[in-house]
């Protein structure tokens, strides 16, 4: 009689009593290997297999302890070896991994679990092992939980960011795995789009895969190379230095030769620094180099440095004909850190040469900067708000002009504004003094210029720099003696309101006190003999002082229409009229002796000597007071229309709702009676309005009541005098924006941008490598297949005796329109109506092939155009593979002379 014997549902606790001293049905333990398997043992309380946990077994809680479970039945065979077998559901659990599978073997003579599966398309039959979170999916496993020794048939193993599959798989350690006619790809389908196939391969740590005898397929087509043997990296840590990938550079080699982009390497030092350094090198001689380096500690600092330096040959050898050498610069310093809630420090540093971004950039803003700006700055608040500090330097380079200027250091000092003669307690605006809304603003500040303006322009032959450092090469380079100027200022401020106790007009009273410091000062002297005037700079401190007066009234009137237009139930027009009397005093005359007179040529024939008033502080850093004597009278009017809403619902119910019609309309002008001539001011008008939800127009526009001369000057004849007119138009600008979207609602206004709750800028599956857009503009959802913003702008100035200047332009930025899910089209695009012609654009077009990346990228318009094609898998693993084998490297083509990429494609 055969031996082997076959327990079913109703005898399953009996004999697990009785071999394996257990208590659950279908859940055993092997405590050690040299105990025998039938002496009684018992499972303690709250083991897995009660109520709370059926569906895995659990860990082993001792050392080469093993834990099964089947859903179904549980065999034995005690004829040669001890071998007990699980039906449905199958679980092992063991130290060293874990084993699922429809059926499983277990050998506890020989310490191997076995499974396998006739229907692999089954997927809750075949086998899968599980050690250490990595899971083998295979069609037989055979597996040594002792030695930790495997072998396994058309198994699939899993590394980071790709799969192997081997027909056959042997397990030699916990850390190497062994593969025969094995499959390597980056692509998650069960059928790749694209793998190397190797005759074998190695995988050590699921960190480092060899192979030997391998070839690369594309939709299964052969790439004609085979590899005799090679190296992947499995897993990329993000974290850890390395040299970066560098591509072959095949354009304009005529004049360049051939060369390598973007060779060099990335360090990584910490948590906190990371450093990168690349170049673009060609047999010509010509190169670009690139350095840069990142750090940030949360919450306290973060900012990075940049350098550049480019020196591009137009020709091979230095006899070919037109051969030049360009040489170009920039540095790149941004730095932010908060030293508490109440101090920080910002920094934008941006130093280059003229050409740099012309040469190395494909921004069309960028490329279009005739300046660089930069700014240092610090801000010191009071914890309680009794003082404000700040303290900046600001850098401006103009190329166009070769004109410098660093102004700085800058240090202001605000304290608090006060109210010395408030009451303790807090009293309404009837029942206070009048003296007591009284209201001082202390405020000084230090102040330094430095301007480079070379008399050579732009053959100057000293930088601003070097000017800045020896005050004689400044003097060499401008002609002026006055190197760096530096004053102090300070003012106070004193305001009362509501002099008069109104609730329908409020008077108020102001006066300005300001006092300046100077180090030196200018004079003027007619020399008869070069018959021009000279000026000289005078040492020694000197101080100015000016001040003005003020008392101003205004009120507000309200209008109210009742209409019955369609939803429109009212308008209410609100009318603010201000007026306002200033004086300030005739800082030009004798008496406060800061304004001399300087003879400006010879004498006339008959016998008047032609002058000029000039300030001694007009070459200052403050230039100090203003001039000549102000007893001015100044209104103006401000305007705001509204209405007023009505709707009903399909209940009945009202709903009213304010809307602006125009938000602003507003009217100024002044007349000094104190002047000579031309007493009246310009008159200056101003709209704002939001005509539709998203779509905000403003406009502004001056004009002159007085008649011109022949010259073009204004003459102090009123124009509805000489020529019958009120005034005369001297300038208008408008200008206009409208951003939509246009999704399942239809079109809407976008003013309400979308922000995902889960976004990553640097998840290179999505953006490459890092988002060019992060932190310049919102994330627009994937539910708006077109989102755009136009902005119009027109500007007209009057030119008296010539062709009046003039400019209009309309750009459609941001423009985002996903055709399809995965196709998606960016573009922004302008046009100048004046001069008639595209303004640079540029226009991208990318599409999502699962595991490849498709993109375009042009600009056909202006100096600069381009295109840049690439389809390249998005792996990095295999993607430097695709960009260096002969013919797959076309998938990457480019218009570019330098062949460098333009920012985020």
Known sequence: MNTSFKYFCGYWGLMLILFLGCTQPLWGQDTTAVQDTLQEQTIPEGRPGTRENRQTASQPEQEGQINFKASDSLTFNFEKQRIATLFGSANVTHSSGELKAGKVAMNLDSSLVSANTKTPQDTLSQPVLIRDGDRVRSNKIDFNYKTEKGRFEVARVGVQDGNLIGTKVKNESRHVVYLED????????????????????????????????????????????????????????????????????????????????????????????????????????????????NYRIRDKLNGGIEIGYSRENSGLEPTDPGFTTNIQKSLRINHSQDFSPYANLNANINLR???????????????????????????????????NFNASIRHNQNFATNVTTLSGPEITFNPKRFTPFAGDQQRSGRDSKWYESLTVNYQNNFSSDFEFRPTAGDSATVNWFEALRDPSKY???????????????????????????????????????TEYWYPTSTRKTFNPDSVRVEEEQVRGFKSAREFSTSLNFSTKLYGLMNLNIGKLQSVRHVLTPSISLNYSPNFQSDFWGYYRTVQTDTARSDGTIPTQQYSIFENEVFRGPTGREQRSINFSLNNVFEAKKVARDSTGEKKENIINLIDQLSLSSGYNFAADSLKLSNLNTSLRAKILPGLNIRANANFNFYDR??????????????????????????????????????????????????????????????????????????????????????????????????????????????????WDFRTQIGYDLVAKE????????????????????????????????????????????????????????????????????
């Open 709 to 822: 001369n022949e010259q073009g000057a204004r003459i102090d004849d009123f124009l509805i005098k000489t020529a019958k007119k009120p005034f005369e138009l001297t300038s208008f600008s408008t200008s206009t924006s409208y951003s939509v979207k246009w999704g399942e609602g239809g079109f809407q206004a976008n003013d309400k941008p979308y922000y995902p709750q889960q976004y990553n800028p640097l998840n290179q599956s999505i953006f490459h490598p890092v988002d060019p857009h992060f932190n310049r503009q919102p994330v627009r959802g994937f539910n708006s297949p077109l989102s755009f913003s136009i902005d119009f702008s027109y500007r007209w100035n009057l030119n008296p005796t010539g062709v009046n200047n003039k400019s209009a332009t309309i750009n459609a930025r941001n423009i985002n329109l996903k055709l399809t899910p995965k």
């Open 182 to 293: 094995a499959m390597y790809s980056t692509c998650q389908l069960d059928h790749p789009h694209y793998y190397i196939q190797a005759a074998k391969m190695k995988v050590v740590d699921e960190e480092e895969i060899f192979f030997e005898r391998a070839r690369l397929f594309i939709l299964d087509i052969p790439y004609p190379l085979i590899f005799p043997f090679g190296y992947l990296p499995g897993k990329i840590d993000q974290k850890q230095s390395g040299l970066l990938e560098p591509t072959y550079a095949y354009q304009q080699r005529q004049s360049r030769g051939i060369g390598l982009q973007n060779f060099g390497w990335f360090q990584y030092f910490n948590d906190y620094i990371t450093g990168q350094a690349s170049v673009d090198i060609f047999t010509s001689g010509s190169y670009y180099f690139n350095a840069q380096s």
């Open 475 to 513: 003097r060499e380079a401008t002609g002026n003696t006055d190197h760096y100027k530096y004053g102090f200022r300070q003012q106070v401020d004193l305001r009362m309101n509501q002099l008069i106790p109104s609730q329908y007009l409020n008077v108020s009273v102001g006066g300005d006190f």
């Open 353 to 387: 040469t003229q050409d740099y971004n012309q040469r190395n950039s494909y921004d069309p803003d960028e490329r279009a900067e005739t300046s660089t700006r930069s700014n240092l700055t610090y801000r010191y608040r009071h914890p309680e708000g009794k003082y």
């Open 838 to 905: 595209l303004t640079p654009s540029q226009f991208s077009l990318s599409r999502n092939l699962h595991c490849w990346d498709l993109s375009f990228t042009m600009n056909p318009f202006g100096d600069n155009q381009y295109y840049f094609f690439s389809l390249r898998v998005n792996a990095g693993q295999l993607q430097s593979i695709f960009q260096k084998l002969p013919g797959l490297n076309n998938l990457e083509r480019s218009s570019s002379d330098s062949g460098r990429r333009p920012r985020g494609f």
